[in-house]
T-cell receptor, first 111, second 113 residues
Framework: KQEVTQIPAALSVPEGENLVLNCSFTDSAIYNLQWFRQDPGKGLTSLLLIQSSQREQTSGRLNASLDKSSGRSTLYIAASQPGDSATYLCAVSWAGNMLTFGGGTRLMVKP | SQTIHQWPATLVQPVGSPLSLECTVE??????LYWYRQAAGRGLQLLFY??????ISSEVPQNLSASRPQDRQFILSSKKLLLSDSGFYLCAWRRAGNFYEQYFGPGTRLTVT
């Protein structure tokens, strides 16, 4: 069964810290992997998309890496800020048309 | 640029009443469209997706149905709501093909009482 797992479910860090969010998936034959951010009561905002042929993508303070052989992706957030507090979701495309989501990591950045 | 709209933003409905949620996308043509549900304390569940007008695929058996009457319009319906239908409903779109980002709408909060 194709599954996506995110550990930990929740994370609390002090402002300014660099942090890594983890995503693991069970089948390496992916099309792509997408990271999202969700604020409470809001829709999902796309952060980064990594194609299966890519190793990483960067946007501002965010860097996402992909290691298909080990079935892992990480989202690196540099110099975290209270405004980064949100739930971060990882989603994998295996079947082209559809995404399979992990359970998310709820991040709290304390001032 | 492309935008996605959902309405209503919030809805409170009694058990047994009908439901109609609407999603529209602007600025693109022939998108793939998706309906997800996010129940409290649970992850995102894909309910339906559509690759074209009148083409609907259902991912889970349930009390809901979907329709795509126009290229950029996706509707989620129910004839009789259950308490378990409460949740946050999200519509999403993506360009047809395997290598594009998926974008989400603002969501509809449904409470069935």
């Amino acid at each position: 069964k194709q599954e996506v797992t995110q550990i930990p479910a929740a994370l609390s860090v002090p402002e300014g810290e660099n942090l890594v969010l983890n995503c693991s998936f069970t089948d390496s034959a992916i099309y792509n992997l997408q990271w999202f951010r969700q604020d409470p009561g809001k829709g999902l905002t796309s952060l980064l998309l990594i194609q299966s042929s890519q190793r990483e993508q960067t946007s501002g303070r965010l860097n996402a890496s992909l290691d298909k052989s080990s079935g892992r992706s990480t989202l690196y957030i540099a110099a975290s800020q209270p405004g980064d507090s949100a739930t971060y979701l990882c989603a994998v495309s295996w079947a082209g048309n559809m995404l399979t989501f992990g359970g998310g990591t709820r991040l709290m950045v304390k001032p | 640029s492309q935008t996605i709209h959902q309405w209503p933003a919030t809805l409170v409905q009694p058990v047994g009443s009908p439901l109609s949620l609407e999603c529209t996308v602007e600025g693109t043509s022939n998108p793939n469209l998706y309906w997800y549900r996010q129940a409290a304390g649970r992850g995102l569940q894909l309910l339906f997706y559509s690759v074209g007008i009148g083409q609907i695929s259902s991912e889970v058996p349930q009390n809901l149905s979907a329709s795509r009457p126009q290229d950029r319009q996706f509707i989620l319906s129910s004839k009789k709501l259950l308490l378990s239908d409460s949740g946050f409903y999200l519509c999403a779109w993506r360009r047809a093909g395997n290598f594009y980002e998926q974008y989400f709408g603002p969501g509809t909060r449904l409470t069935v009482t």
